[in-house]
């Protein structure tokens, strides 16, 4: 358990959990200085980054900073197959926006989403790689990030953070057609 101490206050790490992305923050205030004793405060952050040594398993997500975008694996209809997508995760019925490996699924749940070792952003079902980004000249230190405009981005460790790949350029990829904010529905 990580401590840090602020003035009167102190805040403790507490169930940090990259497995399920996110973690619990408790903030207790110093007993000696407040007249309700100690008060405890959860607050569930929600992770819309891998960097090295991270990964999305099956079953896990990541969720865009706004929350207004999930990526994880996911089973169209009754298919034996899993799919590494990108849903809204706001409205009750799942609409997938972006699809990684449409071409390779995984069988079974034995897929995992890591940065390789290449920095690339890599899909592998077991041993077996089924999805890369693919970029032939990545920088140490790569970071995946889920953007809140539901783009998935594979930034340079560089200072600047560029972008050295993006999911939306690739529109073959994309799940829905022209106008399709148009479309949604919201609420009832």
Known sequence: MQHITHSLNVISFKGLCWHRRMFS???????????????TAFLWIFLSTIVLGQSVADGDSLTSSGGTFELGFFTPGSSPHRYVGIWFKKIPVRKVVWVANRLNPVVGSSGVLQIGEDGNLVNMDGQNLTWSTGVSSVSNG?????????????????????????????????????????????GP
């Open 25 to 39: 923050l408790c903030i207790c205030t110093d007993s000696s200085t407040s007249k309700f004793g100690v008060i």
């Open 142 to 186: 790569s970071i995946v990030e889920l953007l809140d405009s539901g783009n998935l981005v594979l930034r340079g460790g560089d200072s600047n953070g560029s972008f050295i790949w993006q999911g939306f350029v690739d529109l073959g990829k994309l799940c829905f057609g022209p106008n399709w904010a148009q479309k949604l529905k919201f």
